[in-house]
């Protein structure tokens, strides 16, 4: 393979913006080989999130770049051959844990933002695109999860005297105190009690091989969010909140925490941001305006998602079938998704800061 040659590849690439992290492809290190027979140019490039949503995106850039250079010699074609994988975090260093490629919290300062929902509409949007994903619902001391996806009285397959299977449900693997025991059985223990508690939910559970884990934290900074961040090599951190000024307190909290303990904060999503109404249309910001925007500036992370009060979300986690699955193709489903992929993309990032891009190879027919 020659210099110049190299030197096209390059420069081609450097061409092309991945459409979600708005980062070149050659600096994102997609490129896992190229090769040139006669006038045809092949690349094998590699992507570190589902990319089925901008393959085509991808593939039309990549086109017009390459219809634009001027050196490309007797090169007339190109063919680029699109993939993704999920980026490796630190979790298989963990036992029970060995399977699951990334491990990410989804937390709130305080309870009733919304994180629940945000969390299986999460997973679910991320599922959608391919991905293998996994939900624990880590609120001990009150689990939804198990209503939010109809599994309520399901009980886990045993495997071996300390392992379980998760319980597979809408293309997800999930686990869940609610399924251990019943829905009037309470919780009375101790925070030390409850944060070992879901350390076992989480190492003894058999999970199969997934791309991602989300967990859905309880509301808080205490005892169980501690252990989750200390004992376990979380890939990063989701916090939900509302536009709320008393809920933006208590989310700052949520990622100083998260910060303090070296989790990496992959950014903000707000719920409740706008209400309109279903009689007349009128939009009106009722818990206040921007202010999952400034949270996220103030700390340097990305706004995943701004989504609006909406009735239907609510309604459809009721039924036991999230907005995702129940209406794949409404406006908020598609929020879902964008939002996903971006956490996704942001773990990229992640990777890629810990020097974890991919190896270039160079070959030619």
């Given at each position: 393979?020659?210099?110049?040659?190299?030197?096209?590849?390059?420069?081609?690439?450097?061409?092309v913006?991945?459409?979600?992290?708005?980062?070149?492809?050659?600096?994102?290190?997609?490129?896992q080989?190229?090769?040139?027979?006669?006038?045809?140019?092949?690349?094998?490039?590699?992507?570190?999130?589902?990319?089925?949503?901008?393959?085509?995106?991808?593939?039309?850039?990549?086109?017009?770049?390459?219809?634009?250079?001027a050196?490309?010699?007797?090169?007339?074609?190109l063919k680029?051959?699109?993939?993704?994988?999920?980026?490796?975090?630190?979790?298989?260093?963990?036992?029970g844990?060995?399977?699951?490629?990334?491990?990410?919290?989804i937390?709130?300062?305080?309870?009733g933002v919304?994180?629940?929902?945000?969390t299986?509409?999460?997973a679910?949007?991320?599922?959608?695109?391919g991905?293998?994903?996994?939900?624990?619902?880590?609120d001990?001391?009150?689990?939804?999860?198990?209503?939010?996806?109809?599994?309520?009285?399901?009980?886990?397959?045993?495997?071996t005297?300390?392992?379980?299977y998760p319980?597979?449900?809408?293309?997800?693997?999930m686990i869940?105190?609610?399924?251990?025991?019943?829905?009037?059985?309470p919780?009375?223990?101790?925070?030390p009690?409850?944060?070992g508690?879901?350390?076992q939910?989480l190492?003894q559970t058999?999970?199969?091989?997934?791309?991602?884990?989300?967990?859905?934290?309880?509301p808080?900074?205490?005892?169980?969010?501690?252990t989750?961040?200390?004992?376990?090599?979380?890939s990063?951190?989701v916090?939900?909140?509302?536009?709320?000024s008393?809920?933006?307190?208590?989310?700052?909290?949520?990622?100083?925490?998260?910060?303090?303990?070296?989790?990496?904060?992959?950014?903000?999503?707000?719920?409740?941001?706008?209400?309109?109404?279903?009689?007349?249309?009128?939009?009106?910001?009722?818990?206040?305006?921007?202010?999952?925007?400034?949270?996220?500036?103030?700390?340097?992370?990305?706004?995943?998602a701004?989504?609006?009060?909406?009735?239907?979300v609510r309604?459809d986690?009721?039924?036991g079938?999230p907005?995702?699955?129940k209406s794949?193709?409404?406006?908020l489903a598609?929020?879902?998704?964008?939002?996903?992929?971006?956490?996704?993309?942001?773990?990229?990032?992640?990777?890629?800061?810990?020097?974890?891009?991919?190896?270039?190879?160079f070959?030619?027919?």
């Open positions: 393979m020659s210099a110049e040659q190299q030197a096209l590849v390059e420069d081609l690439l450097s061409r913006k991945d459409p979600v992290l708005q980062r070149d492809l050659l600096g994102l290190g997609c490129l080989k190229f090769a040139i027979n006669g006038s045809l140019l092949s690349l094998d490039l590699q992507f570190a999130y589902p990319i089925d949503s901008y393959r085509w995106a991808i593939e039309q850039q990549l086109q017009q770049a390459f219809d634009e250079l050196n490309k010699g007797e090169l007339a074609e680029p051959q699109l993939s993704w994988l999920a980026p490796n975090g630190m979790s298989a260093t963990v036992p844990l060995e399977q699951v490629a990334n491990v990410v919290a937390a709130s300062g305080k309870g919304g994180k629940s929902s945000s299986v509409n999460l679910l949007a991320l599922a959608s695109q991905a293998k994903v996994g939900v624990l619902d880590a001990i001391y009150g689990p939804s999860l198990t209503h939010m996806l109809g599994v309520e009285g399901e009980r886990p397959r045993i495997k005297e300390k392992q379980m319980i597979e449900k809408v293309g997800l693997a869940s105190m609610g399924n251990l025991v019943t829905d009037k059985t919780m009375v223990w101790r925070g009690m409850a944060a508690a879901l350390q939910l190492t058999a999970w199969p091989q997934l791309d991602y884990l989300l967990i859905d934290m309880p808080g900074t205490g005892d169980i969010q501690l989750l961040s200390q004992k376990v090599p979380l990063g951190a916090i939900v909140t509302t536009p709320q008393i809920a933006l307190l208590d989310a700052v909290k949520g990622i100083e925490m998260f910060q303090k303990v070296q989790v990496p904060v992959l950014g903000v999503v707000e719920n409740m941001a706008r209400h309109i109404c279903s009689n007349c249309g009128h939009e009106e910001a009722i818990f206040g305006e921007g202010g999952g925007q400034r949270l996220a500036l103030d700390y340097g992370v990305a706004l995943l701004s989504m609006p009060l909406d009735s239907q309604a986690v009721d039924s079938l907005t995702v699955v794949p193709d409404s406006a598609l929020a879902y998704k964008e939002a996903a992929i971006k956490l996704a993309a942001r773990l990229w990032v992640q990777a890629l800061e810990r020097g974890a891009g991919p190896e270039l190879v070959s030619q027919d």
